[in-house]
Each structure stands twice: as structure tokens, then as C-alpha cells.
């Protein structure tokens, strides 16, 4: 089965834009489901899962109680000791529940490693807009430091200029207050 994703499925579309959480995880759709997505393929996989479960375990603890008692106590004589139809039925279930669960357990370690890869391009592309974010934030610093000596050399400009002000006007005061002395 070809796991690379095809073109289309790496094309930006309506939902890889930047803002999408599930981004990543994306181009891995296609792993969703461990057998496929059809009619079997989902009761195959629910069958798979279903192995492990303590119900599982107990209905079949419960029907092998009940087919030995049967064929040893006497009330029925289908399988009489050694169980030869019992291993049977047990051989047969193998014969299919070994193949369900290794499927089963590839695929998912197919899909953990789909996801891996996504969460690896996930915290590579936090990193580089944290980085953008951080590179921003220097110029921006770089720029408001500028902006404070301008603002620095404008207030000197500016007291320089006022105290020249001052200067001239104390001079044009003294002009006017010793004309009008004069006649």
C-alpha cells in the first residue's frame, strides 16, 4: 500500500491554513481506520479490538466451562475427552484472530508514527514562528531604542532651544526697558 501522500493531498486547501489545529495530521486521513473504511473493514477492526476485552475473555471462558461439562457429564457427547472439536474450534479462532491482531497492531503503529511525524512538523513549525515571533520583538526593541534616542536628542534640541529663547527674550527685554529709559 503506498502510504506517501499524493499532490492533492499536500495542496493547501480550506483546511491546512495556518489557523487549523489538525493541520498536520492531515495528509494521514487515510490511515483512520485500521482495515479500510468499508462494511468489513469496520466490523473486522471492532472484532480485533474486541479480543482483549475482559467480556471477550469471560464469554469464552464461560462457553469452554459449559462445552466440557456437557461432554463430561454426559448430557451431551459431541466432543468426549480429549475435547478434539474444541481444540478445533480454538485452532480455527487462532487461524483468524492472529492475522486481525497483527494487521491490527501494524496499522496502529502505522498511525503512531503518522502522528509522531505530525506532532514533529507541529513543534518544528511552533519553533520557527517562535523564532519570527522573537525576531520581531529584537527589531521592534531595536526600533523603540531608536525612537527614545531621537526623542532623546529632541528634547536636548528642544532645551537648547528654549533656553535660547529665553536668552533672546531677557536680551530684547533689556533693549526695550533701556530705550524706553533713555528720553
Do not use: C
Not at 22 to 37: D, I, K, Y
Not at 119 to 136: F, G
Amino acid at each position: 500500500m503506498n502510504t506517501t501522500p499524493s499532490s492533492a493531498e499536500t495542496a493547501p486547501s480550506a483546511h491546512g491554513s495556518a489557523g487549523d489545529p489538525l493541520r498536520f495530521l492531515r495528509r494521514h486521513a487515510h490511515l483512520s481506520t485500521t482495515f479500510g473504511n468499508d462494511r468489513f473493514a469496520l466490523r473486522a477492526e471492532a472484532f480485533a479490538r474486541f479480543f482483549g476485552t475482559p467480556v471477550f475473555l469471560g464469554a469464552q471462558t464461560l462457553i469452554v466451562a459449559i462445552w466440557i461439562g456437557l461432554n463430561v457429564m454426559g448430557v451431551a457427547r459431541f466432543d468426549l475427552y480429549p475435547f478434539i472439536l474444541l481444540n478445533l474450534a480454538f485452532s480455527l479462532q487462532a487461524a483468524y484472530a492472529a492475522p486481525l491482531i497483527l494487521l491490527a497492531q501494524t496499522r496502529q503503529a502505522a498511525r503512531d508514527k503518522a502522528h509522531s511525524d505530525a506532532d514533529a512538523q507541529h513543534r518544528e513549525a511552533l519553533a520557527v514562528a517562535n523564532e519570527q515571533r522573537l525576531a520581531i520583538a529584537a527589531e521592534n526593541a531595536t526600533r523603540v531604542m531608536e525612537m527614545l534616542e531621537q526623542n532623546t536628542r529632541l528634547t536636548e534640541i528642544t532645551k537648547q532651544l528654549t533656553e535660547r529663547i529665553e536668552a533672546l527674550t531677557v536680551e530684547i527685554h533689556g533693549h526695550f526697558v533701556a530705550g524706553r529709559a533713555a528720553p
